[in-house]
């Protein structure tokens, strides 16, 4: 499979964002554009799953920028909603909520009615652990789209940001995770 490393969607979305995310930009740009390689090497999707995607995916830790906070699920919600609004997308906010709320939940998320919210959980995880965590992709697919795509100190600054959370919160180290 091609490696997307340009689409448009993705682009317009992150084009509202950059000043809020400012240097940290690039390195979560490049994730979602991994993650959502990894969403389209797990499973095929249609036109209008893979749409899906690339807004959740947009929209999946921008909490992180917008209240800075490693607690940052629910302020990635408002933002999403708020963009479904405005493109005439409001049928999908439940779906797309879910793909958001449950990208770092531990184990499996059980719901064919919403399926692409576990294939969504897996490609971050993906993603997130490096590669470590394969869902059945090949080392090499996975190496092919971190080299077309690179990691631009994403995992480095999410380390930094995670550390200085603990400091702070050392008996809530990863608000963000679900069983």
Not at 32 to 43: G, I, K, P, S, T
Not at 138 to 153: F, G, R, T
Request: one cysteine or more; charged letters at 30%; proline letters at 4%.
């Amino acid at each position: 499979m091609k490696v997307k490393t340009q689409i448009p969607l993705l682009e317009e979305i992150f084009s509202e964002w950059e000043s809020i995310i400012g240097a940290e930009c690039e390195g979560y740009r490049n994730h979602v554009y991994r993650m959502v390689n990894f969403c389209f090497m797990l499973r095929p999707c249609s036109d209008e799953d893979k749409k899906k995607i690339i807004i959740a995916g947009a929209f999946h830790d921008i909490g992180i920028w917008i209240e800075d906070t490693l607690d940052y699920i629910s302020p990635s919600i408002d933002p999403m909603i708020i963009y479904l609004k405005a493109h005439d997308l409001v049928s999908w906010s439940d779906e797309i909520q879910l793909m958001i709320t449950e990208h770092h939940k531990v184990r499996e998320y059980k719901n064919e009615q919403y399926y692409l919210v576990e294939l969504f959980r897996k490609a971050d995880l993906v993603d997130f652990s490096l590669g470590f965590v394969k869902f059945g992709l090949s080392k090499k697919d996975i190496e092919n789209v971190k080299n077309k795509i690179p990691n631009s100190d994403f995992h480095k600054n999410l380390g930094k940001r995670a550390w200085y959370w603990f400091l702070k919160h050392p008996l809530n180290p990863a608000p963000m995770m679900k069983w």
